[in-house]
């Protein structure tokens, strides 16, 4: 995905399911959080009467294991050369710009306030929602070309209105469309020296999310399907620097992307760009705040919900990735997950949903 048409049916779609999604919930009334919820898993983070540290050796060691399965053998006793230097400096500067570069980043849809302002006012109808999606001829096709597969439709009649696909699609349905039609061309990168990145990435992606989503539903603590959706958005900043740096890179032509200049990279400037689309997309204080708090590394017990949850999402996910491929030891993973303040039944919960689904992968 290349083109700048591209992006922007892509955008669109995303925007468009994320709406749908999250409508669906508010009508369906599903999941919703009770005071013990709320407590409960508030306690299982602050029993011990320590902060969480929000990284430690063994999430690091974790961290670096997922880098090395999608970058290859890291050298880190090499230091960057000054070309390698120069180019990272020189990406920092380029970054702010590069956000309104269509190349790198998908455009925000300019129905995406009128959507939000829909999605938070819980009197808004299913009508209101549709009037607004139905601005857009490309989304409301996609939606009910979904809707009249075979999967979806049940009877002889086909689906010919917007509100009728959405009541068929449902919750999964949207999801599935969102992570495997939409989200999916985004993690990829054309094959060269790393061309294991884009699979395996895009595996830790979707298991983070499923497992964002799980642990959302199991607490209480966040809506499902807004946790599923951030998590996949937020690990998008990985593609769109490697994408970056291998064209500025075109213009330094000493500076050799190595694994441990992508993996600078990335640490220096994953999170500003989750920043940038978060803020040019207008997606609210909460996803904001979550990016925040994981950049300032904040105590996992004293992390907003939004935060912990996308936190927490990742950690089962990547190290279940990990396991799958014989990087990572289950019980050394299992341990991690207690050190960082979840409980056993939670642990159990999260961690056989993840590791079933990663060995079912085609990565596998």
């Known amino acids: 995905m290349n083109t700048v048409s591209e992006w922007g049916?892509?955008?669109?779609?995303?925007?468009?399911?994320f709406a749908l999604g999250v409508f669906i919930l508010k009508r369906q009334?599903?999941?919703?959080?009770t005071n013990n919820n709320k407590k409960n898993e508030?306690?299982?983070k602050t029993s011990s009467g320590q902060?969480?540290?929000?990284q430690c050796q063994r999430s690091t060691a974790l961290k670096i294991a997922m880098y090395q399965l999608a970058l290859g053998e890291i050298n880190f006793q090499q230091p960057l050369t000054s070309n390698q230097v120069a180019l990272i400096k020189n990406i920092a500067k380029e970054l702010p710009r590069s956000v309104k570069n269509e190349k790198y980043f998908p455009r925000r849809p300019q129905l995406l306030p009128q959507l939000l302002r829909i999605m938070r006012d819980d009197k808004s109808s299913v009508k209101d929602l549709t009037n607004v999606l139905s601005q857009d001829p490309v989304l409301t096709g996609n939606v009910i070309k979904m809707a009249n597969s075979s999967y979806y439709r049940s009877g002889v009649k086909a689906v010919d209105s917007i509100e009728r696909a959405v009541v068929l699609l449902g919750e999964q349905g949207l999801r599935s469309l969102m992570s495997a039609t939409i989200m999916h061309p985004v993690f990829y990168v054309p094959e060269g020296a790393f061309k294991d990145f884009s699979r395996f990435y895009w595996s830790q992606a979707v298991l983070a999310a499923e497992a964002s989503k799980h642990y959302a539903e199991s607490t209480g603590s966040y809506d499902s399907f807004s946790a599923h959706f951030f998590s996949l958005l937020t690990s998008i900043s990985y593609t769109v620097l490697l994408r970056l740096a291998a064209d500025f890179q075109r213009s330094h032509s000493n500076a050799e992307l190595s694994p441990l200049f992508?993996?600078?990279?990335?640490?220096s400037h994953s999170l500003e760009v989750s920043k940038f689309i978060a803020?040019?997309?207008?997606?609210?204080?909460d996803v904001l705040l979550a990016l925040q708090q994981t950049r300032k590394k904040t105590s996992v017990?004293?992390?907003?919900?939004?935060a912990r949850t996308l936190y927490y999402g990742r950690l089962v996910g990547t190290a279940a990735l990990l396991c799958s491929q014989g990087a990572r030891d289950e019980q050394e993973s299992l341990e991690l997950l207690k050190d960082k303040g979840l409980s056993e039944s939670m642990i159990k919960t999260l961690w056989a949903q993840a590791i079933k689904q990663a060995k079912e992968s085609e990565l596998t």
Do not use: H, Q, Y
């Open 301 to 306: 017990n004293k992390m907003g919900s939004l």
């Open 9 to 17: 049916v892509l955008a669109g779609g995303i925007l468009g399911v």
């Open 262 to 267: 992508l993996v600078k990279v990335f640490e």
């Open 279 to 285: 803020t040019d997309w207008k997606l609210g204080e």
């Open 42 to 44: 508030r306690d299982e």
């Open 51 to 54: 902060d969480i540290v929000f």
């Open 29 to 33: 009334k599903k999941e919703v959080p």
